[in-house]
């Protein structure tokens, strides 16, 4: 696993390996608690250091980012993975489905994405999903390799550092044609996986556009601003265009498709080690196309 380093210009000279982890690399409290723990996570000049120690200049701080990881009691799990960017710190994959993220009480053994990609990374690897999708949503999903990336990434969710755009098949078309869904989310008291618009809930903002018409369905690009569950479903379908094959906000039309028609086809972001922007794109599945061409 890749390590993080720091020499100590004249300008940082003074201030404390903390100081410089927080501020410099942006290590959350909670992986600086981690990593003092450790015999080999924080190093000056190649010896163990503390938190509290005040650096001079030319003192070289090294973070083992490995040390401050837990083990995981997930199996890893071959299969086929379609990755589309990899390097020392994440790596973006095309989900397929049905493939669920994590394993789940309601589906116990089934195999995971996350199980998939720790066999791909091999024995000991450190993995952590940035963003998830459901199991019948296809396209773009990040993992990261260190606890240090992910949280980097994770504050990066919803701003323009990382930006996802899905384009999804819905029946009708939404009016106008270019627009911005602000519609608050909350769980449906009768069920424990439906949500609706609740005036009571949590805040959801989706802008949306037509790219496309093709006979009853439209091919809707799809931008969340907000990260609620089921947001796209839950917004098109109060916008009276639900996804094509969305059994729970639609209707069920297994001969058409046999899951609800959403694929996150384009990321952006922010490399949080590197400075990096990345754009990634993953091309629309076969099942979604057969609807367009019919």
Not at 24 to 46: F, M, P, Y
Not at 192 to 208: C, M, N
């Amino acid at each position: 696993m890749a390590a993080l380093e720091l020499v100590v210009t004249r300008s940082q000279a003074g201030r404390t390996v903390k100081s410089l982890l927080k501020g410099e690399l942006g290590l959350s409290s909670t992986l600086i608690g981690r990593l003092k723990r450790t015999e080999t996570g924080l190093l000056v000049n190649g010896r163990r250091a503390f938190a509290s120690r005040t650096l001079r200049e030319g003192d070289r701080l090294t973070v083992d980012l490995a040390a401050a990881e837990r083990p995981t009691d997930l199996r890893p799990v071959p299969m086929d993975l379609d990755i589309l960017f990899e390097d020392e710190h994440l790596l973006a994959v095309n989900k397929s489905a049905p493939l669920a993220c994590i394993p789940s009480s309601l589906a116990p053994g089934e195999p995971t994405l996350a199980e998939g990609l720790l066999c791909h990374l091999g024995e000991g690897a450190a993995l952590h999903l940035v963003n998830r999708l459901d199991r019948g949503t296809t396209g773009l999903l990040v993992a990261a390799k260190s606890a240090y990336v992910h949280d980097r990434l994770r504050r990066q969710l919803h701003t323009g550092a990382f930006q996802r755009t899905y384009l999804a098949v819905c029946v009708g078309a939404p009016e106008p044609e270019t627009g911005r869904a602000a519609m608050p989310i909350g769980r449906a008291p009768d069920s424990a996986i439906r949500r609706r618009i609740d005036p009571a809930g949590k805040e959801a903002v989706t802008d949306y556009r037509v790219v496309d018409r093709h006979g009853p369905f439209a091919l809707v690009e799809l931008t969340p601003r907000t990260g609620r569950t089921h947001q796209l479903r839950v917004h098109m379908a109060a916008l009276g265009c639900p996804l094509a094959g969305d059994w729970l906000y639609g209707t069920e039309e297994r001969e058409l498709i046999g899951r609800p028609a959403l694929h996150a086809a384009r990321l952006e972001l922010v490399h949080p080690v590197t400075g990096e922007r990345l754009s990634l794109t993953a091309p629309l599945p076969e099942d979604i196309n057969h609807i367009l061409e019919r």
